[in-house]
């Protein structure tokens, strides 16, 4: 198993998840986040003044997925959530030893 964890633009966030929907993607964690990569935020003017955003809005996705599921998963969200421009977000995998389904203790891959 794999935890998958996608920072990605809010924008783009209703089509990464219609198209995860699509392939059958079942269940993931979302969580509005503030950060920055390369691109350092922004400078705004408000009311006259001029201050820095230097932590933008992003969306948080976060998934444990069957190890078959995982590549379809990945091309899934490049392929949705790219717009070609600095900020697109990252995605970060990493293994999972062990999951535990709460309401009735089954483990492993039947616990997602």
Do not use: C, W
């Amino acid at each position: 198993m794999m935890k998958l964890e996608a920072v990605i633009q809010p924008s783009r966030f209703e089509s990464v998840k219609d198209a995860l929907r699509e392939i059958g993607v079942e269940g993931m964690t979302v969580t509005e986040v503030r950060g920055h990569g390369r691109q350092k935020g922004h400078t705004e003017v408000y009311r006259g003044r001029e201050y820095t955003v230097d932590l933008l809005p992003k969306i948080k996705l976060e998934m444990v997925l069957p190890d078959v599921l995982v590549n379809r998963v990945v091309d899934t969200i490049l392929k949705s959530a790219k717009t070609g421009k600095i900020g697109d977000g990252k995605i970060f995998l990493s293994r999972v030893d062990e999951a535990i389904r709460i309401r009735n203790e089954e483990r492993g891959e039947n616990a997602l």
